[in-house]
């Protein structure tokens, strides 16, 4: 997800409203269930995330393959906030990425829905430069997707990424995505439209590679 959406009308001044960090339900449209693995949990933003996530997403070696990210902490409160609104309206899902040992988040993992039931829907992911190749994103992508098909009810998950983005595009291969075709000058950034690949990853597909992989972390 590219296209991240980070979207210019966040940057206009809004009441920032704080949510909540317990989950007790079981509805994500509630509140988002805290996913857990031994070295990452994913959890609903906070706005206490936003200095973190400026300091992480603005660097121009994670940022040059998405859309702009809010350009100060301001701009990510309310970015924030949008997110759980979205959230609440069933249509948008945003985990805060928390490495082991930390409490902030570093990086995020979004689903958007692409139908009013979710059954399609297309995912993304940017995390600061000093966790890759930690683990830390093989092991949250396992949680969204695990999330995604088994909670959230998807049936197809799309990815986009750019070709030139070889990281993003290896990370989306071995987690078992499936290159279906290139969307020609499909993303635009930096003054200049970019081809795009586009991957997917069925509900079948994951939980028959999940099955052989063995017990899951819980």
Same mark, same amino acid.
């Given at each position: 997800?590219?296209?991240?959406?980070?979207?210019? !009308?966040?940057?206009?001044?809004?009441?920032?409203?704080?949510?909540? +960090?317990?989950? +007790? =339900?079981?509805?994500?449209?509630?509140? /988002?269930?805290?996913?857990?693995? &031994?070295?990452? +949990?994913?959890? @609903?933003?906070?706005?206490?995330?936003?200095? *973190? /996530?400026? =300091?992480?997403? *603005?660097? @121009? @070696?994670?940022?040059?393959?998405?859309?702009?990210?809010?350009? =100060?902490?301001? $701009?990510? !409160?309310?970015?924030?906030?949008?997110?759980?609104?979205?959230? !609440?309206?069933?249509?948008?899902?945003?985990?805060?990425?928390?490495?082991?040992?930390?409490?902030?988040?570093?990086?995020?993992?979004?689903?958007? #829905?692409?139908?009013?039931?979710? *059954? +399609?829907?297309?995912?993304?992911? &940017?995390? $600061?430069?000093?966790?890759?190749?930690?683990?830390?994103?093989?092991?949250?992508?396992?949680?969204? /997707?695990?999330?995604?098909?088994?909670?959230?009810?998807?049936?197809? /998950?799309?990815?986009?990424?750019?070709?030139?983005?070889?990281?993003?595009?290896? #990370?989306?291969?071995?987690?078992? #995505?499936?290159? @279906?075709?290139?969307?020609?000058?499909?993303?635009?950034?930096?003054? =200049?439209?970019?081809?795009?690949?586009?991957?997917?990853?069925? &509900?079948?597909?994951?939980? &028959?590679?999940?099955a052989n992989q063995g017990p899951r972390v819980h």
């Amino acid at each position: 997800m590219e296209k991240m959406p980070f979207q210019p !009308e966040l940057q206009r001044p809004e009441l920032v409203a704080t949510p909540s +960090t317990v989950t +007790t =339900t079981s509805d994500w449209r509630q509140a /988002l269930p805290i996913l857990s693995s &031994a070295h990452v +949990t994913l959890r @609903e933003l906070r706005i206490d995330d936003a200095a *973190s /996530l400026l =300091t992480m997403l *603005s660097t @121009e @070696e994670v940022s040059r393959f998405i859309s702009p990210p809010p350009t =100060t902490v301001e $701009g990510f !409160e309310r970015f924030i906030t949008w997110a759980i609104r979205e959230r !609440e309206n069933g249509a948008y899902v945003c985990f805060a990425v928390v490495p082991e040992g930390m409490s902030t988040a570093v990086g995020l993992f979004q689903l958007r #829905a692409l139908d009013p039931g979710f *059954s +399609t829907a297309e995912w993304g992911f &940017a995390i $600061g430069s000093g966790f890759w190749g930690t683990g830390v994103f093989a092991e949250g992508a396992r949680l969204v /997707l695990d999330f995604a098909f088994e909670k959230a009810g998807v049936h197809r /998950l799309e990815a986009r990424a750019s070709i030139a983005n070889g990281r993003g595009n290896g #990370a989306l291969r071995k987690i078992g #995505a499936v290159q @279906e075709g290139v969307l020609r000058r499909s993303f635009f950034r930096g003054g =200049t439209h970019h081809d795009q690949v586009l991957w997917s990853i069925l &509900a079948e597909d994951w939980r &028959a590679q999940r099955a052989n992989q063995g017990p899951r972390v819980h």
